[in-house]
């Protein structure tokens, strides 16, 4: 090994040992001054608000935000490839369902159906002369005059005949609906948001030449957390308030919830339903959804600023008599208009630190006065 080596190692031991000993000393401090706050407590009532667990009546309201979706929309295609001819309808306009939006060149199919028509009623002509021969034959057998093999035989030209006709309404059939193709017709009603080619355009079966949205209704798609699917139920009231649109407040209801939680947030699919008959709005604009839900009788509750949140648990700091507080985990359930539904840790008339929990930890002491609060 040769000096440089030698030197860059002691080097190293020496950083090495140098880190040990600043991570002590820090160590040592963090503790000492830990100490130091827990005497300077030990022995004083430490000045915080304190208020207690009561029994009431309460009525949750849930808060979400989505967007505005219209109930229906759909881009439109045509049935067959060809080439706009005509364009029938412009951007925002409010269409019935089975209205024609545009039409496709039919000259070529148009062909294909007149000679597809006339295929048909050759055929036809022949069914019908088999079946006249097939019973002129019958007659004959009958008399004697033919044989029973020449009455077969006529059968079984009717039946040729017959085929051949039924093959010929289907090419047929199958021409009339590609020229019935050729017209673009909405399904459902609504307003065309989006027209998407001009008259010349040569669109394939798979382009949408059009987007079509009925309004009438909207919908806000929401997920509902596991803790508060008891609380909503098909028909909740909502109240629905658009930044877009501040001051004024729309109502709608609980439509759809999911039966099955998606995973793996255990959130359940619903949606919330607004009437939107005069058209006032308009489909993705953000909202706020307020559901109002059950009433829930003689729950126990505090206020919200008394949850101290420690390890992802809610927890408080309960007074006992002696003026010290122990730290309580909470089983919660209705969390909102500032206060918390209290499902397990708690009892009525349970006196708890509402404030300036950072000022105390477990085992301090407050000194309470007759209104109840802490000196």
Do not use: C
Request: charged share 25%; aromatic share 6%; glycine share 8%.
């Amino acid at each position: 090994m040769n000096l440089h080596d030698k030197r860059v190692k002691i080097l190293a031991l020496a950083l090495a040992v140098l880190v040990v000993i600043i991570g002590v000393r820090i160590f040592m401090n963090v503790m000492s001054s830990r100490e130091r706050a827990e005497k300077a407590t030990q022995g004083k009532s430490v000045a915080v608000p304190t208020g207690f667990a009561k029994r009431e009546t309460i009525t949750p309201v849930l808060t979400f935000a989505g967007n505005l979706d219209p109930v229906w929309q759909a881009k439109i295609a045509p049935k067959i490839a060809g080439r706009v001819q005509n364009v029938m309808v412009n951007e925002g306009a409010y269409v019935e369902a089975g209205t024609i939006l545009a039409i496709l060149d039919s000259s070529e199919i148009d062909a294909t159906v007149n000679a597809s028509l006339g295929s048909v009623y050759d055929a036809r002509a022949n069914l019908e002369q088999a079946e006249t021969t097939l019973a002129r034959f019958q007659r004959l057998l009958e008399n004697g005059a033919i044989s029973q093999q020449e009455v077969d035989n006529a059968r079984f030209a009717r039946d040729m005949a017959a085929g051949k006709l039924d093959s010929a309404q289907g090419t047929y059939d199958n021409a009339y609906s590609r020229m019935q193709g050729t017209k673009v017709v909405t399904p459902h009603a609504g307003f065309v948001v989006k027209r998407y080619y001009q008259e010349g355009y040569y669109a394939k079966d798979t382009d949408a030449l059009f987007n079509v949205a009925d309004i009438s209704t909207l919908l806000v798609k929401i997920n509902i957390p596991e803790g508060q699917i008891g609380l909503v139920q098909i028909g909740s009231v909502a109240d629905i308030e658009m930044p877009a649109m501040p001051g004024e407040k729309f109502q709608g209801k609980v439509t759809k919830i999911a039966a099955v939680a998606d995973a793996p947030g255990r959130t359940f699919a619903a949606e919330v339903s607004i009437p939107n008959s005069d058209g006032r709005l308009r489909g993705g604009v953000y909202a706020n959804v307020y559901i109002h839900a059950n009433d829930k009788p003689n729950a126990l509750v505090i206020p919200q600023s008394a949850i101290v949140m420690r390890e992802d648990q809610r927890t408080v700091f309960v007074v006992d008599k002696d003026n010290f507080v122990k730290r309580k985990v909470l089983t919660t359930g209705y969390i909102g208009n500032g206060i918390v539904e209290v499902l397990e840790g708690l009892e009525e008339n349970d006196r708890i630190v509402t404030g300036g929990q950072n000022k105390i930890r477990e085992g301090s002491k407050v000194k309470i006065d007759e209104e109840g609060s802490a000196k």
